[in-house]
């Protein structure tokens, strides 16, 4: 786990680095592991044979510390220039000029720290001489740089080497800049998707408060005139329940709020059908306070109650309870229905209610749910519902 945080927080300040701060990042750092590397290949050449020629692995370590100045500012104009696109010709031009200019440099860098370390100092006069060999005019004296000039073609071959090196800078510089353009992308992607799935799931939770209210008020209407105690009693209970349902404006609940909540909504059932409904609700073992979807339970409660009453059962028992398993926390919403009643799939119910809780599930927990019916007896069926214990699971 701390390494996890250490490179978490390693990404992060890479992330918070604007381009040209890390356009230098890279590009310093590929030349420093440039420059150690052709110093260590260098002085494993040297002790294996001696040429004049060659130039020392001091002298390569000075060549690209004199490059420094130069190296800055083909890299800030390159950055100001950008990567060539489509037909950009002046890019590439601009892009060309700069390489040719750093190679030329390199070669000149690299002669003035021979010179420096082999002699002390350094007469800008023979560069002249470096010039002149490699052009084929007569040499007017031994320079410093007569042995590192001795061949026009390992003239060549430093530049073109400083130029090879320059493409890689300028590949991985690219690399880095789309990296951090992709993070940035994928990371308001996933905000966006994130977001879409919350107004999604309150997009279901919005369709599933007025049909309860519709519900609640078809029972109060049917008891007005045969029990206009009862009446009274439920338009109180459900405005207690609005009340509650007002102030629970978020996006989760504890499950001691959720069976909290489906109890007052049975309880306005209880009211309607006193003679043939029972409700037993026991309290949550062991995940009170885990959270889940609000208004989580109240269709499925409401579901079961209607279900048991409407399928002619003289005697209806609706029994909630809810624990904690090793891996996923299983609630329960057992109810009496008549011998024949038929067990429509969650996710194919004609209810408003079912239907939705299941597509509220799904945005919710991805496939990491269970929501199925068991048929414990043959008056009775449970519908259960598994959820993953692994919080990080939450909102895939």
Known sequence: MPDIRRSDRALGWLLSLSDGQLCALVAATFWIFAATN?????????????????????????????????????????????????????????????????????????????????????????????????????????????????????????????????????????????WKRYQAAAAASAALSLEAERARGMALRRQLDPHALFNTLNAVAAAIRPTPNTAIAMIAALGDLLRETLEQDRELSTVDEEFTLAGRYLSLYALRYPDRLRIAIDAPDGCGQWLVPTFLLQPLVENAALHGVESGASQVDVHLCAHMGAQRMRIAIENTVCDDAELPAPADSPGIGLRNTWNRLRAHYGAHFELKWERPALDRVRLVLELPVDASVAGA
């Open 38 to 178: 052709k110093m260590l290949v260098r002085g494993t050449l040297l002790a294996v044979t001696q040429a004049p020629f060659l130039a020392t692995p001091e002298a390569y370590g000075l060549q690209y510390v004199l490059m420094v100045p130069a190296l800055a500012f083909v890299h800030w104009a390159a950055y100001r220039t950008g990567l060539p696109q489509g037909r950009q010709l002046r890019a590439l031009g601009v892009h060309v000029a700069l390489m040719l200019f750093l190679a030329v440099f390199a070669r000149l860098a690299l002669d003035v720290a021979h010179g420096l370390l082999k002699y002390g100092a350094f007469n800008f006069a023979d560069l002249w001489q470096v010039g002149a060999h490699w052009l084929g005019l007569p040499d007017r004296a031994a320079t410093a740089t007569s042995n590192l000039a001795a061949s026009p073609l390992i003239m060549i071959s430093t530049g073109l080497d400083i130029l090879f090196q320059y493409l890689i800078a300028l590949a991985l510089i690219a690399g880095v800049l789309g």
